[in-house]
């Protein structure tokens, strides 16, 4: 039985991640770009989501637990467009190095009635200038693009169809925040030769 994509993409990440650290553990060896311009990418969907107010958790054995329920919003893609369907949530845990990991799961609605399951993981964190931001006070709004890293790896499950292309790529993310209550999600496609 086939392995679900998502489980192919996790194993050959964990496989990619696997060699480059033995290649860091060999001194003698250096990284060698094979093809030049192996990967590309291409943006092929930005979703504009609704947030409503958070939920504290507090403190647990993983970090600090909030989770941002999603109310809606819309989205706009490569040949598709829709709405985002209330009901899912971004499930993020902050760690005790300040790391947040993200872990979202939602559905997107398409113009044309299709419904795309979207599961958007990912980590997010300040750099030491905009960790000396916030200490100081100021507000997400006050940072600059190089104060925050944020990136994500969104993997969707769609009915039988022409959105089927979206299981079958890997893709990455990014989040903006627009205000409290509502993020730009930006997906790219990963491509090459």
């Known amino acids: 039985m086939p392995k679900p994509t998502y489980l192919r993409r996790r194993a050959l990440c964990a ?12 001194s003698a060896m250096t990284l060698k770009e094979t093809k030049p311009q192996r990967l590309s990418n291409e943006l092929v969907m930005q ?3 609704q947030l409503g107010p958070q939920e504290d958790m507090g403190a647990g054995d993983d970090g600090h637990r909030v989770n941002y ?3 809606g919003g819309t989205f706009v893609g490569k040949g598709m467009s829709g709405s985002v369907i209330p009901g899912g949530a971004d499930m993020s845990v902050e ?6 990991l993200i872990d979202a799961l939602y559905r997107l609605k398409t113009s044309d009635g299709q419904v795309i399951i979207i599961h958007n993981a990912g980590i997010w964190r300040l750099s030491e200038a905009g960790q000396a931001k916030k200490d100081k006070g100021l507000g997400l709004k006050d940072l600059a693009d190089g104060d925050v890293y944020c990136r994500t ?26 205000s409290e209550h509502e993020v730009l999600i930006s997906v790219y496609k990963v ?3």
Not at 95 to 100: E, F, G, N
Not at 157 to 173: E, H
């Open 153 to 178: 790896i969104p993997s969707f499950k769609t009915q039988p169809g022409q959105y089927d292309w979206l299981g079958d790529n890997i893709f990455v993310g990014t989040i903006d925040g627009l």
């Open 47 to 49: 979703i504009d989501v």
């Open 95 to 100: 760690r005790s190095d300040k790391t947040t």
């Open 69 to 71: 329920p999603i109310i």
């Open 191 to 193: 491509g090459g030769n």
């Open 15 to 26: 496989l990619s991640l696997a060699a480059l650290f033995s290649l860091q553990g060999a």
